[in-house]
């Protein structure tokens, strides 16, 4: 496995980065376990959760199959680089109360200690703000993240699907109160979807952020499914199925999957591979649902991409082009 460092920290991490979304919703609580056994065996030592995976009446339960996981032992929690977020309500649909959602310092005080017991941990190293939250100043956010990190139950704090200018504003904040700022930032991210080259890359790269990509294969666009539809597999569902509804895009999925068969390669590990050539990504996140879908984003990090074949990826799928140059005329 490929080691790089996160963002300005000092913390050493795989360049995949191991999504859990799918553990309690899609995989139960012993193939969860298996898979994360085999990850880190494989070397990943970047975990990525959330509180509210599990979703609906089962929010958190993906918190605590980790927890359950790390209670095994064998230093489990120790060899791991844990990274949850915080902003959705946790209660009960029909219990929801205010102040148990967003970035409010008594929400961000209640979270942490509830992922902390799901998790069966301590401390948690990279706290991530899921979603921007407009009505509270980040004076306040960082008040209560210095305190968490003061209490050793944090190491770090991150952001997750901020604009460019909340990176900055977030930052900015942070460096006149002497507060360590975010050091990571998780954004959609592919080659189907490149928009983030446009301002999110850019700030995280000028401040300092890891930036960890989220959904690299564009809900299952960029992972071959056209070829998978020919044969009678699975077809396109959520944003690959509207991906693939518009003739024009699909024309270009189709361009991609020929242009990568004529290289004899596997479009879900080029698209992971791709990912791992771009300035400032720290690793992508894959949500494998079986083992078998591990060793296929594992093969992706020892996958060389020629430049023949970079360049054809960039007909099929050009990108915005550099900031500010590309939108200054």
Known sequence: MKY???GRTGLKVSRLVLGTM????????ADSHAIMDAALDAGINFFDTANVYGWGENKGRTETIIGNWFAKGGERRDKVVLATKVYANMAATDEAWPN???????????????????LRTDYIDVYQFHHIDRLTP??????????????GKILYAGSSNFPGYKI???????????SFGLVSEQCLYNLAERRAEMEVIPAAQDYGLGVIPWSPLHGGLLGGV???????????????AEALADPTRRAQVQAYEDLLDKHGVEPGEAALAWLLTRPGVTGPIVGPRTAEQLGSALRAVELELGEELLAGLDEVFPGPGPSPEAFAW
């Open 4 to 6: 790089t460092q996160l």
């Open 226 to 240: 056209l070829k998978k539809e020919a044969e009678g597999g699975r077809r396109g569902s959520g944003r690959s």
């Open 22 to 29: 799918n553990f309690g919703p899609q995989t139960d609580e």
């Open 100 to 118: 148990h959602d967003k970035l409010s310092a008594v929400n961000i005080r209640r979270a942490v200690d509830a992922s902390l017991k799901r």
């Open 168 to 178: 900055a504003q977030a930052n900015e904040v942070a460096a006149r109160r002497g």
């Open 138 to 151: 980040f004076e306040e956010i960082w008040q209560a993240i210095d305190v968490l990190v003061q209490q």
